[in-house]
């Protein structure tokens, strides 16, 4: 598709267990962001990724929280032992550009994928 | 530390009214500023970026955004608001040195009256 696709749209979890959430870029997009959305909050940044290189992870809450792009292109979002402050719209990014020549790019969002723990 | 803050939690104007979304940022170094607003249960949308040059920028959908360095406000404007333009919109500021990471304010509902 044209636009940044997120999987699934909807998770419900059990306080434990493990989820795994997918983001398919634009294709091409060199840089990506994972954000987090709490309930009537702005996207907290998590973690960016230039190609499959993690430049920034200083927004992950925890070591229960994980990214990858091993490719360089779909990135998947991994929260271990989730908890039920893990519950928020987790919010995938893309941009054409990366490093500093991509900063001042637009960033193109997915819909996200509504985590509820329960 | 970079911030963004948007004083107003909801803004409501009539129709065919100007309309104004407040934005003040803090960021060390010149600043990158971005709006992108959100609708219900979709991601956010880029409007318009600020990076260097006319304080006035212009973006999508009329909406325009003004600049001001002295005052450290980047202040979303559209002369005349549809009842469309009703939705959730959020300023955004990332320094240039530095860090990768963008910071969101907490968001401004708009309320456009028929």
């Known amino acids: 598709g044209a636009g940044v696709s997120q999987s699934p749209r909807y998770k419900v979890a059990k306080r434990g267990q493990d989820v795994a959430l997918r983001c398919d870029p634009i294709?091409?997009?060199?840089?990506l962001f994972w954000y987090q959305q709490a309930l009537g909050q702005g996207p907290e940044f998590l973690t960016y990724?230039?190609?499959?290189?993690?430049?920034?992870k200083s927004g992950l809450p925890s070591d229960r929280f994980f990214a990858e792009r091993p490719e360089g292109s779909v990135s998947t979002l991994k929260i271990q032992r989730t908890q039920q402050e893990d519950s928020a719209v987790y919010l995938c990014?893309?941009?054409?550009?990366?490093?500093?020549?991509?900063?001042?790019?637009?960033?193109?969002f997915g819909d996200g994928t509504r985590l509820s723990i329960l | 530390a970079q911030s963004v803050a948007q004083p107003e939690d909801q803004v409501n104007v009539a129709e065919g009214n100007p309309l104004t979304v407040k934005c003040t940022y803090s960021?060390?170094?010149?600043?990158?500023l971005f709006w992108y607003v959100q609708y219900p249960n979709r991601g956010l949308q880029f409007l318009l970026k600020?990076?260097?040059?006319?304080?006035l920028v212009k973006g999508s959908y009329g909406f325009e955004a003004e600049f001001n360095k002295s005052q450290t406000s980047f202040h979303l404007k559209k002369p005349s608001a549809l009842v469309s333009d009703s939705a959730l919109y959020f300023c955004a500021v990332r320094g240039q040195s530095g860090t990768y990471k963008y910071i969101f304010g907490t968001g401004t509902r708009l309320k456009v009256l028929a």
């Open positions: 990014a893309s941009s054409l550009a990366g490093g500093r020549g991509g900063s001042n790019q637009p960033q193109h």
């Open positions: 294709s091409g997009h060199v840089s």
């Open positions: 600020y990076i260097t040059g006319d304080n």
């Open positions: 990724f230039q190609n499959e290189a993690q430049l920034d």
């Open positions: 960021v060390s170094g010149n600043p990158y």
